[in-house]
């Protein structure tokens, strides 16, 4: 695995209102460094959410995976920027000058945002791409190649990609959501992995959110979850 990174933790905050939003960031205050915001909550709530959630101390990943001509996609990262996110995804598929017109936008900022190119949504198997023959993990490595290349700093992509992502680019970082818990719901994710299982493939970022946000006792899940990346990552250093 890629040591230069400790593995943390991202919480997915997808609710369809503020106020269960709010209540359950609170009680993860100090415990999950990271939250997402996606599509969903950010339509409903806007910017103002994130300084909501970053006055609770949380840094703030915004997942609207931007996919537009470049010009566009450049002003979108430095209003981002602006408004404090410390991280963002935009697809690799827009192609090299967009995503190049976003680093360069990031570059531009005194605070620059990670960027994270998405490579294959964990929701599709084999088959259900459009247009796209490739097997979801071998599509994936040829886009974080690309990635690379263009200086992003990452990649999304599920766990089971991971290990050969740092293989061939060890420089990149892996942001990989669909993690799941030993007995969890696997919901409408296909490629799951469990938390450990995702820091001994190399992932540097793992996201989780109904394991956590739905749970009974969300803190408890929590810590159960960040225990689990601690102690494997520490493993995985000694072997």
């Known amino acids: 695995?890629?040591?230069a990174h400790t593995p943390q933790l991202v919480v997915a905050l997808d609710f369809p209102?503020?106020?269960?939003?709010?209540?359950?960031?609170?009680?993860?205050?100090?415990?999950?460094?990271?939250?997402?915001?996606?599509?969903e909550l950010f339509t409903l709530a806007g910017p103002?959410?994130?300084?909501?959630l970053a006055g609770m101390g949380f840094k703030i990943f915004l997942d609207l995976k931007f996919y537009d001509?470049?010009?566009?996609?450049?002003?979108?990262?430095?209003?981002?920027?602006?408004?404090?996110?410390?991280?963002?995804?935009?697809?690799?598929?827009?192609?090299?000058?967009?995503?190049?017109a976003a680093v360069e936008a990031a570059a531009s900022l005194s605070s620059p945002p990670m960027l994270f190119g998405v490579t294959v949504l964990?929701?599709?198997?084999?088959?259900?791409?459009?247009?796209?023959q490739a097997e979801p993990g071998a599509f994936a490595l040829m886009l974080a190649r690309s990635a690379?290349?263009?200086?992003?700093?990452?990649?999304?992509c599920s766990g089971h990609e991971a290990a050969a992502i740092k293989k061939i680019s060890p420089s990149?970082?892996?942001?990989?959501?669909?993690?799941?818990p030993t007995g969890s719901n696997n919901n409408d994710q296909r490629r799951v992995m469990t938390p450990a299982a995702a820091v001994r493939a190399g992932a540097d970022f793992l996201v989780t959110g109904r394991p956590i946000t739905a749970a009974d006792d969300p803190q408890e899940a929590a810590l159960r979850i960040t225990k689990e990346i601690?102690?494997?990552?520490?493993?995985?250093?000694?072997?």
Not at 17 to 39: D, S
Not at 48 to 52: F, Y
Not at 122 to 132: C, D
Request: aromatic share 2%; with cysteine.
């Open 69 to 100: 001509i470049p010009n566009t996609v450049a002003r979108a990262v430095q209003a981002a920027g602006l408004a404090g996110v410390h991280m963002l995804t935009l697809h690799c598929q827009g192609g090299e000058r967009m995503c190049r």
């Open 172 to 180: 990149l970082r892996c942001l990989c959501p669909g993690i799941r």
């Open 17 to 39: 209102a503020v106020q269960p939003t709010l209540e359950v960031a609170r009680q993860l205050q100090n415990i999950v460094p990271w939250c997402k915001v996606g599509m």
């Open 1 to 3: 695995m890629d040591t």
């Open 148 to 156: 690379a290349q263009w200086n992003l700093d990452g990649v999304v």
């Open 230 to 239: 601690s102690l494997t990552a520490q493993s995985t250093l000694k072997e």
């Open 122 to 132: 964990t929701s599709f198997a084999v088959g259900e791409m459009p247009g796209i």
């Open 48 to 52: 103002a959410i994130l300084n909501e």
